[in-house]
């Protein structure tokens, strides 16, 4: 949020000088507002009336608890008293706010007052008290509209316009990996258009929340690095979230933010809305109407207790078969999605920890472990920090094919946290 805008040149007879500021008083004090300064403007004052070699170039400095940025620039021309004109336009941001989408504010402000001056003498001619007049009114159309809209348009004079807009800037989306299984939060193709670029259009139709980042490359018949690129930028405009390989021998568990969903009925009924299957895929007869009645009787609690009772250890086929009866009335990949997307399901990787000697390495005197040809690109994954998921996808083998090949690496230890 914008807590000032001000204008300020230098004057020949009294040196940096502030002739409009927004809110009244908030740069230097003045009879009609009895707040003190949000700042002190003499200590600031050779930054935002530099010298000749830093105009034209944007500035943020930070004094005490905000940050300023301002954009001055310097015009030369023997109209001017000492043949120049140096001003520049301000803001005032609290210091933890990110001066990312401001700084084109004061730049895109500056550019357009510089060439209203210098075709029409814009601010040099321009005689209003401080903080009245056209200039002080820009200032104060700016502050209200930005803070407020995110967004302005202010009629200079007849022939300009000055149109601003703050972009919102995301945190750098998480690094993505080939394991990892992208699924759409939002409905992509009513985003897409013909100028979209083609390796993302070509990647769409595979982001289903089956489809690891390989499968979907390898689906799309797409370079691995762009696909990885695309589904980075989907990621960083929150359009989808990145999930692990969902797998009938994989365990999960509940989260510390299973209390959230306990306390939440909407979130129950939302979670019962999405993983319980249609009535029209309950089968017939006697049959359907038994699925039916049990579908009928998952209720919030009924969910609670179903997450619950994953645990560590504890496949969810294994899971599956205790829990037999409600199994065929919901989808058990969507009752596992639904709880990682919200935060209170967590997956548990296996990680493989080589504790012994590994192949290729001496045993006793002289001799060497026997191994397997091709086992020895196992030894990088070896280090307790690669998941299986990982090493699955990375070497494009199934988990039983992986547990029999560290079985002739020798000492591994297995873990799961």
């Not at 997450?307 to 969507?334: I, P, T």
Request: hydrophobic residues 40%.
């Amino acid at each position: 949020m914008i807590k000032a805008i001000f204008f300020s040149k230098f004057d020949v007879h009294e040196g940096p000088k502030v002739l409009h500021q927004v809110p009244i008083g908030s740069i230097t004090p003045s009879p009609s507002s009895p707040t003190a300064p949000l700042i002190d403007f003499s200590t600031i004052a050779p930054i935002v009336i530099p010298r000749q070699s830093f105009c034209s170039l944007p500035l943020t400095l930070l004094h005490g608890s905000y940050r300023l940025l301002s954009h001055p620039i310097c015009l030369a021309s023997p109209s001017y008293p000492r043949n120049e004109f140096i001003f520049s336009f301000c803001l005032l941001l609290v210091k933890h706010i990110d001066p990312t989408a401001y700084l084109s504010v004061v730049t895109k402000l500056a550019v357009l007052v510089k060439g209203l001056e210098e075709s029409s003498y814009f601010l040099s001619k321009d005689e209003s008290p401080p903080n009245t007049g056209k200039v002080y009114a820009l200032c104060e159309i700016l502050l209200e509209d930005l803070n407020n809209y995110c967004e302005c348009m202010v009629p200079v004079d007849e022939d300009n316009t000055l149109n601003i807009k703050l972009f919102p800037t995301y945190p750098d989306p998480p690094h993505v990996h080939a394991y990892q299984v992208p699924l759409s939060i939002v409905d992509l193709e009513a985003l897409t258009d013909v100028n979209w670029d083609l390796t993302m259009l070509r990647i769409l139709p595979f982001i289903d929340g089956v489809n690891s980042v390989k499968q979907v490359s390898l689906r799309a018949d797409a370079d691995y690095k762009l696909v990885r690129k695309a589904i980075a930028h989907l990621l960083y405009y929150g359009c989808l979230t990145l999930l692990d390989i969902f797998s009938f021998g994989a365990s999960y568990a509940a989260t510390a933010e299973m209390g959230a969903f306990v306390a939440e009925p909407d979130m129950q009924e939302e979670c019962r809305q999405y993983v319980l299957l249609p009535e029209t895929e309950l089968g017939k007869g006697e049959e359907r109407e038994e699925w039916r009645k049990e579908r009928e009787a998952i209720d919030g609690m009924r969910l609670v207790e179903l997450y619950c009772s994953l645990r560590q250890g504890q496949s969810v086929k294994s899971w599956c078969m205790e829990h037999a009866d409600v199994v065929g009335v919901m989808d058990v990949r969507r009752f596992i999605t639904f709880g990682v997307i919200k935060g209170f399901l967590y997956r548990v990787h296996k990680y493989a920890i080589a504790t012994g000697g590994l192949f290729g390495e001496k045993v006793g005197k002289g001799k060497k472990r026997e191994s397997r040809q091709g086992d020895c690109e196992l030894e990088r994954f070896l280090d307790g920090t690669h998941c299986f998921d990982e090493i699955c996808t990375e070497l494009g083998i199934s988990e039983r094919e992986l547990l029999g090949r560290l079985k002739g690496i020798g000492d591994v230890q297995i873990i799961q946290k």
